[in-house]
């Protein structure tokens, strides 16, 4: 068994490393060489860059593909640049324009992971004859008794599983996260002692193609015309003032809301509470609207140990849930239900649950599965709260 | 730190891309190497600088006699792509015209080029040139290849020179891919202008030529110097000239040479097929120049067909790569009228004179087993 858990020498197994140019990446690639993997770099040209505003610190730049190869040549291996602008565009950014329109907070990583690099990236890698997908995640891929696990990183600061949910069984067999063990520290020392040029090159920050976190710019680009102004209202009713467009806007968001000195009674600061899109509203209210104990969730990709459907119908499962990146996970019980659905019912409320994000399912360490969020409740106010479309 | 790994593919490789760049000749090389101790600048009055001006010389009459043209009708460029550009851009006022099977250094020389079409087989379509002409009267140039790089097709030429003299037209010519595997002629074709480059030769890159017609003056292309009859400034690229005129000598003595290519091609052609008849040879049913093929596998993209390929130490090409190493679909097989996903799924081999039986062995075994790992999608 070599280090990748598959039974062959090293130097007959083909690696295939999702290259993006970072040090993340950079090094998985150096490690694997290092311990004589046949290693093949990739990297996917996301979209154009000339077209995009070229910001540092953000991936997939034309400076990135550059770095990439750099240190391709400097580790010796063979390196190619794939053009996946057209699905990206399709299969990403659109989808992260609607979502947003939809009055959602979408994760466009998450489904660049889903749809760009864990499927056609390693649908390429197996046409070239390769044995494992590697990527600079940190993660770790743990070999259980019922096939490969998803844990957490080593490293909580650095821990990427929440954007890592959709991996399905299948993908998760192929793919290795070398780096799930590190810190990120140590993967810089790495990569000095590799001779990387890019062990002190920033972390990148933002989403690749929003340059400055300008979201809404970026919505406006893609879907012009769309992006509209409305009203800002109160949970009372009250319009308080002028909004330009919902896409600006997330649940949960306290500062910017344009409405400055307005508060609410008992001098409240406000919160958008949600986002009602066909009717242009932004509505805000105090903090205490945002609470919400029951979370809905549709397009669940479960890794986990498989459930009885009993159980998960009536009794549900005891985890934790994650329902933003930054996020720590929270106590809570879920219950599967019908269509890849699920109700999660959390042991205490949380404040500013926006759909469009994910809710990542977790026992201890290990990644059970996730699903998008499609609409909350039970907080102070009763019914559904959800981005008008959603189900 | 030591010395980057080199692959052993990289140093026992097979080089199957010619059309790319051909590897260059060991006489080409050896020219190059005594050029190097010359001290002149070609424009200098001293003797240094006239035995420099002499070695350029020599080099240009003999790419004007590849093509059976005088010295004083070619002017060095930097490249195949700068003199397609100096010709297109050369005459303004004119409605340019070319095939859509052109090199985007064509293509892309000038805006509002208008594109005629070709046939499946990817020859172009002259009575769609004809009917383009016909429909205005102002100046025009038409631009076609001889051969396609990518399919090796053979243009009809000097059927299209008729028709667009006939209408009072200038023609250019992208020759670059036939010198040295057709004998080539300016009048014979019947063409004002045409392209050529030396490393597509065996010459070295960085180095291409544009033959005029006697008494055309395009304007132009670098100003600042009286170069290449004052339309080419710059101090001349003296080794790439030498290394251009030793190639253009070997070419024109080794275009028999072609028949043994023509054999090689034919062999790699009808074994791939058999062992996978859903592939098939792009351009097959028109003429060809003897060591192009243009190889579609349904199904599996170009680009992972280039890179399963390479990591098998096997070197072809797909569409045209771009400087970040990045594939596009290939325009000439839109052109041909395949969809989006065939144009994306060829690949191109073309031999030289490194080339032999071992190289086609050694591509068929890899290739073959690449087709039989991927699973027939559409094929």
Not at chain 1, 344 to 354: C, D, N, S
Not at chain 2, 15 to 35: I, R, S
Not at chain 2, 330 to 353: F, K, N, P, Q, T
Request: charged share 25%; glycine share 12%.
């Amino acid at each position: 068994m070599n280090s990748l858990g598959l039974s062959k020498r090293p130097q007959d197994t083909r690696v295939v490393v999702a290259m993006s140019g970072g040090v993340d990446s950079s090094v998985t690639a150096a490690v694997l060489r290092e311990e004589g993997y046949d290693v093949v770099g990739i990297t996917l040209q996301l979209y154009d860059h000339g077209l995009a505003l070229q910001k540092p610190g953000a991936c997939c730049a034309g400076q990135d593909i550059y770095d990439a190869r750099q240190v391709a040549d400097r580790i010796g291996i063979p390196h190619y640049v794939l053009d996946y602008e057209g699905r990206f565009s399709q299969d990403v950014m659109d989808d992260f324009a609607d979502s947003y329109l939809r009055g959602e907070t979408p994760i466009p990583c998450v489904r660049c992971n889903q749809r760009v690099k864990f499927r056609d990236l390693l649908s390429t890698a197996r046409d070239l004859g390769a044995d494992a997908l590697a990527t600079g995640h940190y993660v770790r891929r743990i070999a259980g008794p019922q096939g490969a696990e998803l844990h957490r990183a080593v490293d909580p600061a650095k821990d990427q599983s929440y954007f890592l949910f959709t991996t399905t069984r299948e993908q998760l067999e192929f793919l290795r996260f070398p780096l799930g063990g590190l810190t990120k520290p140590e993967t810089r020392a790495l990569a000095e002692r590799h001779g990387l040029e890019v062990a002190a090159k920033p972390d990148s920050q933002d989403i690749c193609f929003v340059p400055n976190g300008n979201y809404a710019e970026v919505v406006a680009k893609l879907r012009p015309g769309s992006v509209e102004p409305g009203d800002i209202v109160h949970v009372d009713g009250r319009v308080l003032g002028r909004h330009k467009g919902v896409v600006h806007y997330t649940v949960g968001q306290r500062k910017g809301l344009g409405i400055g000195g307005i508060r609410g009674q008992e001098e409240e600061a406000l919160y958008v509470v949600r986002l009602e899109p066909a009717r242009r509203r932004v509505v805000v209210g105090p903090r205490r609207d945002l609470a919400r104990s029951l979370v809905m969730v549709r397009d669940v990709n479960w890794l986990g140990p498989d459930l009885a459907p009993d159980l998960a119908d009536s009794a549900g499962i005891e985890v934790s849930v994650k329902l933003r990146s930054a996020q720590p996970a929270a106590p809570a019980l879920w219950r599967a239900g019908p269509d890849g659905t699920a109700r999660v019912e959390l042991l205490e409320a949380q404040h500013g649950i926006a759909p469009g994000q994910a809710c990542v399912v977790y026992k201890g360490d290990r990644v059970l599965g996730g699903g998008w969020i499609s609409g909350t409740a039970g907080g102070v106010a009763e019914g559904v709260e959800a981005g008008e479309t959603a189900a | 730190m030591t010395a980057p790994f080199v692959p052993s593919f990289r140093r026992t490789g097979v080089y199957l891309d010619h059309n790319a760049t051909a590897p260059l000749k060991p006489e080409v090389k050896a020219a190059m190497g005594q050029a190097m101790d010359l001290v002149g600048n070609p424009s200098s009055v001293h003797a240094f600088g006239r035995s420099a001006r002499r070695a350029v010389e020599e080099a240009r009459a003999a790419v004007a006699a590849l093509v059976g043209v005088k010295p004083a009708q070619v002017l060095f460029t930097g490249s195949g792509t700068e003199a397609n550009n100096f010709a297109l851009r050369g005459f303004p006022g004119h409605r340019l015209l070319t095939s859509a099977i052109e090199h985007e250094s064509v293509l892309a020389a000038q805006p509002d080029t208008e594109r005629f079409g070709v046939s499946r087989d990817g020859v172009a379509d002259l009575d769609d040139l004809e009917r383009r002409l016909a429909g205005s009267d102002a100046p025009a140039l038409v631009s076609l290849m001889l051969v396609n790089n990518e399919t090796g097709v053979i243009q009809p030429v000097t059927d299209a020179a008729r028709i667009a003299h006939a209408r009072g037209a200038l023609v250019h010519c992208d020759a670059v891919q036939a010198a040295g595997r057709l004998p080539l002629s300016p009048s014979d074709l019947g063409v004002d202008l045409m392209t050529l480059s030396a490393h597509k030769l065996g010459g070295p890159t960085g180095v291409g030529a544009l033959i005029l017609a006697e008494g055309l003056e395009p304007d132009a292309l670098i100003r600042g110097g009286g170069q290449e009859r004052r339309k080419r400034a710059g101090t001349e690229n003296l080794l790439g000239i030498v290394g251009f005129g030793a190639a253009a000598r070997l070419a024109r003595d080794g275009l028999a040479e072609t028949a043994d290519l023509a054999t090689l091609r034919d062999r790699l052609e009808r074994e791939a097929l058999t062992a996978m008849p859903r592939a098939r040879v792009m351009g097959a049913g028109a003429a060809r120049v003897a060591n192009t093929s243009c190889l579609m596998l349904p199904g599996l993209p170009g680009e992972t067909q280039v890179m399963t390929l390479d990591l098998a130490g096997v070197a072809v090409s797909a569409g045209s790569a771009c400087s970040s190493g990045k594939v596009k679909p290939s325009h000439v097989l839109a052109a041909m009228g395949e969809d989006d996903r065939s144009a994306a799924s060829a690949i191109r081999i073309s031999l030289g004179w490194t080339s032999d039986d071992e190289a086609v062995d050694r591509f068929l075994t890899a290739w073959i087993a690449m087709a039989r790992r991927s699973a027939p999608v559409d094929g």
